[in-house]
């Protein structure tokens, strides 16, 4: 059996423009400035804009994103350093509604609808809570919408966390 050419290997490598879904993890570092706590707006419509252009192409696009630690962290002034589990769950209580809206501020102008998805490791290591996000996740993006995925740090233990959003893209 002959080896594939260069050019045969290249046709066979899938390309971005012919995915049909984009899974998007971001990071807290990209999102929220570090020295200030304060969300990075410019960068959240340049990225936007990269979502509105993926979908008019058809694209069904997930984010995975950071964010509510550092937001809530920011907004109760708790400072640089390590949190408490209760002062991380606090900052994420408290951040996770402005990532929240802070997506859907920055996508609504393009047309595109948000939805939230808090998970943990248990809901994807359960098959009955697995297989109700999956269809929760499909119901959204039939409809068009872009999914904002984010660990349920408010409730979640160091037994059933993701650990970071790195694993939890993985898994979405």
């Known amino acids: 059996m002959a080896a594939l050419t260069e050019a045969q290997a290249e046709a066979q490598t899938p390309t ?14 990209l999102l929220v400035d570090r020295d ?14 990269d979502i ?4 008019a192409r058809g694209m ?14 920011g ?14 769950q606090a900052a994420a209580a408290v951040g996770q509604i402005r990532l929240a809206r802070a997506y859907e501020e920055a996508l609504a102008p393009h047309g595109i609808v948000t939805a939230q998805i808090l998970l943990t490791l248990d809901d ?8 109700n996000t999956r269809a929760t996740m499909a119901a959204l993006l039939g409809r068009g919408v872009v999914p904002i995925v984010n660990e349920n740090d408010t ?18």
Do not use: C, F, H, Q
């Open 16 to 29: 971005l423009a012919a995915a049909r879904r984009l899974v998007i993890k971001i990071g807290s570092a």
């Open 155 to 172: 409730i979640a233990t160091d037994e059933i966390r993701y650990g970071d959003n790195d694993r939890l893209a993985a898994d979405v």
């Open 60 to 73: 069904d696009v997930i984010l995975v994103s950071s964010g509510s630690i550092a937001l809530g962290r």
């Open 36 to 49: 200030t706590g304060a969300l990075r707006a410019d960068w959240l419509r340049a990225l936007a804009e």
């Open 124 to 131: 994807s290591a359960d098959r009955r809570r697995y297989l």
């Open 52 to 55: 509105a252009m993926l979908k």
């Open 75 to 88: 907004v109760l002034a708790l400072g640089p350093g390590a949190l408490s589990l209760d002062e991380a």
